[in-house]
């Protein structure tokens, strides 16, 4: 193995953490996708596509910007917007820049569907996360995951700049 090969793979500790962040986001999801349906409401994807929007400015966004803010493939984000158009949930709308180009709006429908969600995953985030989280721990936590999400964003950055 060379000294570039060994650098490619994680030590045991790291790869013990990636795997049990991995666990744990699957087993709380799982579990609060569960709590969702039981309670009649939508899936965790339509409340995080619907949340960038109510965050956005004018709580509009364009369709590549969504994509960039939840976790999702281009072509199952258009298949996403197109169910939750259907539903009412937002609509699209030209962009006047570009004859190409749409915003997501969120909807009144939208935003109301929201505020019906929140309770249930706000209490599915307590009773699967938080309560097994101490302060200083999500404290670090925040850091830790920070910088490896701005480690993927100053990589990208990096990327686009050498293709010129």
Do not use: Q
């Amino acid at each position: 193995m060379s000294a570039s090969d060994h650098e490619s793979v994680p030590d045991p500790a790291r790869l013990a953490a990636w795997r049990a962040l991995l666990n744990a986001h699957a087993a709380a999801v799982g579990a609060i996708e569960r709590d969702l349906a039981t309670a009649g409401l939508a899936p965790l994807t339509w409340y995080d596509v619907l949340f960038a929007l109510a965050e956005a400015p004018e709580g509009r966004l364009r369709l590549h910007e969504l994509a960039d803010r939840v976790v999702l493939s281009r072509s199952g984000l258009t298949r996403l917007v197109d169910r939750l158009e259907g539903a009412g949930l937002l609509f699209r709308e030209a962009c006047p820049t570009d004859r190409r180009g749409a915003y997501a709006v969120l909807s009144a429908e939208g935003k109301a569907i929201l505020r019906r969600m929140w309770p249930a995953y706000a209490r599915g985030i307590v009773a699967y996360f938080a309560r097994y989280v101490s302060e200083e721990e999500a404290g670090a936590l925040t850091a830790v995951l920070g910088r490896v999400a701005m480690g993927d964003t100053e990589a990208l950055r990096d990327e686009a700049a050498a293709r010129g």
